[in-house]
């Protein structure tokens, strides 16, 4: 394993040099820059995988709680937290396996982003890159659509006046200025605000529900249909499966090598998030969870409830642009303007991405029961099974294994300990994740557009409430007229 790691120092070096950056500038500008803008330490890939799990998730985890009870949603937070974890491990052994290779062919880097697609397609070939650029690409374009949603969804709370769909016209135009940030290398004040967010906004939600206490009559009737309950495990599933941008992440950073136990770390860190908040939520309000898969519905209007929505709109807009910008440097490599020096003229090009998503969120609105949709359809593949399938037909042979870059771990039980790992997880993401939790999700779905309509112009929003109508005057007149 020292020989390996050794050797991934020695080649992968790694040293990130930004796309539309030459030489460095001494000035207080450009300190200023580097110190809020250009982020390729382990921290900051930290921040930004942390920020960029939890995300709007964290207001349809009670939803999913209440689908699931307390024990499984609690259970499979865990599990799913320790599958997704291994699996980004997977993809980053397989992307220094792959850069190492290429670096060692004097390939240069030095204007251009590797995507996972790429990694599949230099270690494995162009079948296995077609399959994943099609998964990751759909799941990413999905995932922004879901941030639009969510934007709208939780803007809605605070003002009322327009509908949801009216807000989402607005955010999408709002989240389309992301085509300005050129790649993860600018995010650093972005994901540490990001989680700063969403940590006061978890613990907001856990002590806000602890302090209104339990709802009249409260019922915890969870798990109570097999419908409900793979839906609501696999919205787990999508949560801890947000490493479809673990190469965008790596390739930022200026040794990507040492990306292998970050994910690890960043997913204990929300677990502190999830499990408090998820959990006080459900205790309060129960089974009112199961017609409100935004959390913030059932909490009462006040300033920290109000704080804690405007901080997930801006977290949301990260978000957005996390998911988002994979796609700009697909499309980018598409049209050949991905090594243009000019970032107004990549942002130009960079906006017809944005005009299908916008369309999508407008037709799906459905908060809560896209998420497990998503999960089980994309993530299931995306993140769990192809990463599994291509470390095993990576290192099949014992040349391969022997060549390795990174061997895995010695506690695990080396390569076999690896592939009984691997194997596993195909098996039990394709059965549970894909199989039960397809089939619940799509009947959930389903059921939203027939309850709400395609185009729905405010999914879930209360009545309005009618007003009295004012008594009615009859002016004197004589009875037997027109008679």
């Given at each position: 394993m020292?020989?390996?790691?050794k050797?991934?120092?020695?080649?992968?070096?790694g040293n990130?040099?930004?796309?539309?950056?030459?030489?460095?500038?001494?000035d207080?500008?450009?300190?200023?820059?580097?110190m809020f803008?250009?982020?390729?330490?382990?921290?900051?890939a930290w921040?930004?995988?942390?920020?960029?799990q939890?995300?709007?998730v964290?207001l349809?985890l009670p939803y999913?709680?209440?689908?699931?009870?307390?024990?499984?949603g609690?259970l499979?937070q865990l599990f799913?937290?320790i599958?997704?974890?291994?699996?980004?491990?997977?993809?980053?052994?397989l992307?220094?396996?792959?850069?190492t290779r290429?670096?060692?062919e004097?390939v240069?880097?030095?204007?251009?982003?590797i995507q996972?697609?790429?990694?599949?397609?230099?270690?494995?070939g162009?079948?296995?890159?077609?399959v994943?650029?099609a998964?990751?690409c759909?799941?990413?374009?999905?995932g922004?659509?879901?941030?639009l949603?969510?934007?709208a969804s939780?803007?809605?709370?605070?003002?009322?006046?327009l509908?949801?769909?009216?807000?989402?016209?607005?955010?999408?135009?709002c989240?389309a200025t992301t085509?300005?940030i050129?790649?993860f290398?600018?995010?650093?004040?972005?994901?540490?605000?990001?989680?700063?967010?969403?940590?006061?906004?978890?613990?907001?939600?856990?002590?806000?529900?602890i302090?209104?206490?339990?709802?009249?009559?409260?019922k915890?009737?969870?798990?109570s249909k097999l419908v409900?309950?793979?839906?609501?495990?696999?919205?787990?599933?999508?949560?801890?499966?947000?490493h479809a941008v673990t190469?965008e992440?790596?390739?930022a950073?200026w040794?990507?090598q040492?990306?292998?136990?970050i994910?690890l770390?960043?997913?204990?860190?929300?677990?502190?998030?999830?499990?408090?908040?998820?959990s006080a939520?459900?205790?309060a309000f129960?089974?009112?969870?199961?017609n409100?898969?935004?959390a913030?519905?059932?909490?009462?209007?006040?300033?920290?409830?109000?704080?804690a929505v405007?901080?997930?709109?801006?977290h949301?807009?990260?978000t957005?642009?996390f998911?988002?910008?994979?796609?700009?440097?697909?499309?980018?490599k598409?049209?050949g303007?991905?090594?243009?020096?000019?970032m107004c003229?990549r942002a130009?090009a960079?906006l017809p991405v944005?005009?299908p998503?916008w369309?999508?969120a407008i037709?799906f609105?459905?908060f809560g029961?896209?998420?497990s949709?998503?999960?089980?359809?994309?993530v299931?593949f995306?993140?769990?099974?192809i990463?599994?399938l291509?470390?095993?037909?990576?290192?099949?042979?014992?040349?391969?294994?022997?060549?390795a870059?990174?061997q895995?771990?010695?506690?695990?039980g080396r390569?076999t300990?690896?592939?009984?790992?691997?194997a596993f997880?195909?098996?039990?993401?394709f059965?549970?994740?894909?199989g039960f939790?397809?089939?619940?999700?799509?009947?959930n779905?389903?059921?939203?557009?027939?309850t709400?309509?395609?185009?729905?112009k405010?999914?879930?929003?209360?009545?309005?409430v009618?007003?009295?109508?004012?008594?009615i005057?009859?002016p004197?007149?004589n009875?037997?007229?027109g008679?």
């Amino acid at each position: 394993m020292e020989n390996g790691e050794k050797a991934a120092e020695t080649v992968v070096v790694g040293n990130y040099v930004e796309m539309e950056k030459d030489g460095k500038a001494s000035d207080i500008k450009s300190k200023l820059s580097d110190m809020f803008w250009h982020g390729g330490s382990a921290y900051d890939a930290w921040f930004s995988c942390a920020s960029n799990q939890v995300a709007q998730v964290l207001l349809t985890l009670p939803y999913s709680f209440s689908q699931l009870g307390m024990l499984s949603g609690i259970l499979f937070q865990l599990f799913y937290g320790i599958l997704g974890s291994w699996t980004a491990y997977l993809i980053s052994i397989l992307y220094v396996e792959y850069r190492t290779r290429k670096e060692r062919e004097k390939v240069n880097f030095r204007n251009h982003v590797i995507q996972w697609f790429e990694v599949l397609d230099g270690l494995l070939g162009k079948h296995w890159r077609n399959v994943g650029l099609a998964f990751n690409c759909t799941f990413l374009l999905f995932g922004s659509v879901i941030q639009l949603i969510a934007c709208a969804s939780n803007i809605y709370y605070i003002n009322d006046n327009l509908d949801k769909r009216t807000w989402t016209y607005i955010f999408g135009a709002c989240c389309a200025t992301t085509v300005f940030i050129p790649s993860f290398h600018n995010y650093r004040i972005w994901s540490f605000l990001g989680l700063l967010m969403t940590t006061y906004t978890a613990w907001y939600l856990t002590i806000a529900s602890i302090l209104h206490g339990q709802v009249q009559g409260v019922k915890h009737s969870g798990p109570s249909k097999l419908v409900l309950y793979f839906t609501g495990a696999t919205n787990i599933l999508y949560t801890f499966g947000g490493h479809a941008v673990t190469v965008e992440i790596m390739h930022a950073m200026w040794k990507p090598q040492k990306f292998k136990s970050i994910y690890l770390f960043a997913t204990l860190y929300v677990l502190t998030l999830t499990l408090p908040s998820a959990s006080a939520v459900y205790w309060a309000f129960g089974d009112l969870l199961l017609n409100h898969s935004n959390a913030f519905a059932l909490l009462p209007k006040n300033l920290y409830r109000d704080f804690a929505v405007v901080l997930m709109l801006i977290h949301q807009f990260i978000t957005f642009g996390f998911a988002c910008t994979p796609l700009y440097f697909v499309w980018e490599k598409l049209i050949g303007m991905h090594e243009c020096r000019s970032m107004c003229k990549r942002a130009a090009a960079r906006l017809p991405v944005v005009i299908p998503i916008w369309f999508l969120a407008i037709i799906f609105p459905f908060f809560g029961p896209i998420n497990s949709t998503v999960g089980s359809l994309l993530v299931s593949f995306t993140v769990y099974i192809i990463p599994a399938l291509a470390h095993i037909f990576t290192f099949r042979s014992s040349a391969a294994r022997e060549n390795a870059v990174e061997q895995p771990p010695r506690f695990l039980g080396r390569w076999t300990g690896a592939f009984t790992i691997n194997a596993f997880i195909v098996v039990w993401v394709f059965i549970v994740g894909f199989g039960f939790g397809g089939w619940a999700s799509m009947i959930n779905f389903v059921h939203q557009i027939d309850t709400f309509g395609l185009f729905t112009k405010c999914y879930q929003c209360p009545p309005p409430v009618m007003a009295s109508p004012p008594p009615i005057s009859h002016p004197h007149f004589n009875h037997t007229h027109g008679l």
